[in-house]
C-alpha cells in the first residue's frame, strides 16, 4: 500500500494505528509480553526491505547459536574446558552425527547354524554311546602309558589281526601304489602316478569292484557271485547306508528296524536325510530273533498315522546282538517285503567275522532260491573296516539288484569317493589270494579265542552273555545289578562302570531294547593281556552290588 494511500482513512485510520502501538507496547494478561512482527514494515510500507528481510535472519542465526551453547553434553562424550566454553573465540562443539544404520531397529545376532545344523549339533548329546566313546577319546587305557585310563569296550574295531595286515603292508605297499596289480592287464599295471594323482569314477574304479566282488565271494563259501556293474564304492559303510537311504525313502518315510539295533543308525541315517527308524522290539525269551507278526503291527501302525514306511533294515549277524540270521528267517523277511510292496536292506559288514556253530547266510543266496521274486527291491551294505581290519581305509559298498538304484547311488557316490591309492592299495591285497587266505583262517580263529576268553571273564563276575556267532562283541545280560528295572537303573549302572570300574560299554537303550540292563561289550580291542586287568575292574562294581 502506498504512503499517500493513508490520507484516504482519515482521522479513523490514524487513531487506530495509535491504539494499536499502544496495545502491542502493553503487557498480556497472560504475563506474557506481544511480539511485533518485523515483515509488519514491509506489509505497512515502513523499513522495506532491508528490515523485513535482515532482522528475521539475525535473529534465527542468534536463536541457533543459543541452542548449540546450552545443549546439554551428549552421554559419554567428554566435558568442555573452562577456556574454551568462556571464550567468544572458541568454535562451537560438533554435533554428534550417528550413520543412518543406526536409526533402523537393531538386527539380532547372526545365527551360527541352520536349523538342519542346529539339530545334527544336538542330534546325539543324550546317547550314551557316543558319550561313553568321547570320553574314553579324552583318557584312553593303555597299559604301559596310561595304565588308569578307561578300557574301551563301546568301539567294534578288530586289533586282533592288524598285525597281519601291517606284515603285508610293509613288503607290498609300494608295489602296489606305483607298480599296478599282478596278473592284472597292461593298463592297469602301468597306471602309475598319472593315474593316482588323477581323477577317477566317483563310484569306484572297475579294479576294486571286480576284487570286493570276489573277496565277498569268498566270505560266502562260493555259495553265491556278485556282479561288479551292480556294486557302488562309497567311503565307508556309513555313506553306504546313507545314500541308500537317500535313493529309497524321502524325509518323512520310514524303516522298520528289528532291535536291538546298531545305535550310529540314528545319526547314519536321520540326519541329513530325514528318513525315520521305527524299532521293531526282539524279546530275550525269544533270543532276540526277528518276528515278522511284530513288523507287520509296525508296519499297520505306521500307516495310521500317516508314515510311509519304505523298506526293512536288519543287520546280519546281527549287531549288537552277535546272532546270525537263520534262512528261513530271511526268506520271511523277504516274503514280508514282497507282501507290502517295500524295500528289504541287509547289512552284512561282519559276514567274514564268523565264529560260532551258526553258519552265515547272505540273502543274495537266499533270493536265488526264491522263484518269481522281484530281486529290485534287495539291496546289500558291505565294507572292509571289520572283516579286513581297515577301519580307517573307509572303503564300503552298496550291492543293488535295482538298476535305477545303482545309476542314483552312483551319481551321490561324487561326496563319498574313495581315494584312488587307497583303491589301488586295496585292489593289490584283495587279489593276494595266498594272504586272504591266511588271514580269513587266522583272523576267525582269533575272533573265537577271544571271544570264549571274554565270555569266560564276564562269567567270573556274574555277567551272563547272549550265545553269539558273529561279530566282535557279545551281548551282556547286567539285569541283575541295575537297581531299578528301568532305563534310569540302566544309565545309573553304565555310570558305575564308567567312573568307578573306568569300563565304556554300550546300554541297550542306545540300541532300542526294551529290556532294560543288557549291554553291548566289544572285546576285538583288547589283549589276553587285558583281560584280568578287566575282571579286577568289573569287580569294583559287582562286588558292592552284592
Request: hydrophobic letters at 40%; aromatic letters at 8%.
Amino acid at each position: 500500500m502506498r504512503d499517500d494511500d493513508d490520507e484516504n482513512f482519515g482521522p479513523t485510520s490514524a487513531s487506530r494505528r495509535k491504539e494499536e502501538k499502544s496495545r502491542a507496547a502493553r503487557p498480556r494478561a497472560d504475563g506474557g509480553m506481544r511480539i511485533v512482527v518485523p515483515l509488519q514494515g514491509v506489509v505497512q510500507g515502513r523499513g522495506g526491505l532491508v528490515l523485513g528481510s535482515l532482522i528475521p535472519c539475525a535473529l534465527f542465526y542468534f536463536l541457533q547459536l543459543y541452542i548449540k551453547r546450552n545443549r546439554p553434553p551428549t552421554p559419554g562424550s567428554p566435558p568442555a574446558s573452562d577456556s574454551a566454553s568462556n571464550s567468544t573465540a572458541a568454535a562451537p562443539s560438533s554435533i554428534h552425527r550417528s550413520h543412518s544404520r543406526g536409526l533402523l531397529t537393531p538386527r539380532a545376532a547372526l545365527p551360527a547354524l541352520s536349523a538342519r545344523g542346529a539339530v545334527v549339533r544336538s542330534g546325539d548329546e543324550d546317547s550314551l554311546y557316543y558319550a561313553g566313546l568321547r570320553r574314553c577319546a579324552d583318557d584312553p587305557y593303555h597299559p604301559a602309558s596310561n595304565p588308569d585310563g578307561l578300557i574301551n569296550l563301546g568301539l567294534a574295531e578288530n586289533h586282533l589281526s592288524l598285525d597281519l595286515v601291517g606284515r603285508w603292508m610293509e613288503e607290498h605297499a609300494g608295489a602296489a601304489m606305483l607298480d599296478g596289480i599282478a596278473g592284472a592287464g597292461e593298463e592297469a599295471r602301468n597306471l602309475t602316478i598319472r593315474g593316482l594323482a588323477t581323477y577317477q569314477p566317483y563310484d569306484g574304479i572297475l579294479a576294486l569292484k571286480m576284487a570286493l566282488a570276489g573277496f565277498m565271494r569268498q566270505i560266502m563259501h562260493e555259495s553265491v557271485s556278485f556282479d561288479p556293474s551292480q556294486m557302488v564304492i562309497t567311503s565307508g559303510a556309513t555313506p553306504a547306508v546313507e545314500i541308500l537311504s537317500f535313493c529309497i525313502a524321502d524325509p518323512g518315510n520310514a524303516f522298520l528296524v528289528p532291535s536291538p539295533y546298531y545305535p550310529g543308525w540314528d545319526r547314519d541315517i536321520k540326519w541329513r536325510t530325514g528318513v525315520e527308524l521305527i524299532p521293531v522290539p526282539c524279546r530275550s525269551t525269544d533270543n532276540f530273533n526277528i518276528s515278522i507278526t511284530a513288523l507287520d503291527i509296525a508296519y499297520k501302525q505306521a500307516k495310521k498315522r500317516g508314515v510311509r514306511v519304505r523298506g526293512v533294515l536288519i543287520s546280519n549277524p546281527s549287531n549288537p546282538t552277535g546272532g546270525i540270521v537263520p534262512r528261513e528267517t530271511l526268506r520271511d523277511l523277504l516274503e514280508f517285503a514282497a507282501e507290502k510292496n517295500i524295500h528289504f536292506i541287509c547289512d552284512e559288514i561282519f559276514a567274514g567275522s564268523t565264529y560260532g556253530g551258526d553258519k552265515f547266510v547272505s540273502v543274495a543266496e537266499v533270493i536265488d532260491e526264491l522263484e518269481d521274486f522281484d530281486k529290485g527291491r534287495v539291496h546289500i551294505i558291505y565294507g572292509l573296516s571289520k572283516d579286513l581290519s581297515l577301519a580307517g581305509f573307509r572303503v564300503g559298498a552298496i550291492y543293488s539288484y535295482n538298476e535305477n538304484i545303482v545309476a542314483a547311488a552312483a551319481k551321490i557316490a561324487r561326496f563319498s569317493s574313495v581315494s584312488t591309492p587307497t583303491q589301488r592299495l586295496v585292489v593289490s591285497m584283495l587279489s593276494d589270494q595266498k594272504f586272504i587266505s591266511e588271514y580269513l583262517k587266522v583272523n576267525r580263529e582269533r575272533l573265537q579265542k577271544m571271544y570264549h576268553l571274554f565270555v569266560d571273564a564276564l562269567k567270573q563276575v556274574g555277567i551272563e552273555c547272549f550265545k553269539s556267532s558273529g561279530g566282535f562283541y557279545c551281548w551282556a545280560d547286567m539285569s541283575r545289578y541295575i537297581r531299578s528295572y528301568s532305563e534310569k537303573g540302566e544309565r545309573k549302572l553304565w555310570d558305575r562302570l564308567l567312573e568307578e570300574a573306568k569300563v565304556n560299554v554300550t546300554p541297550g537303550s542306545s540300541c532300542h531294547c526294551i529290556e532294560p540292563g543288557w549291554f553291548r561289550c566289544c572285546f576285538t580291542a583288547l589283549s589276553e593281556e587285558d583281560i584280568p586287568v578287566l575282571v579286577e575292574r568289573l569287580r569294583r562294581v559287582t562286588d558292592s552290588h552284592k
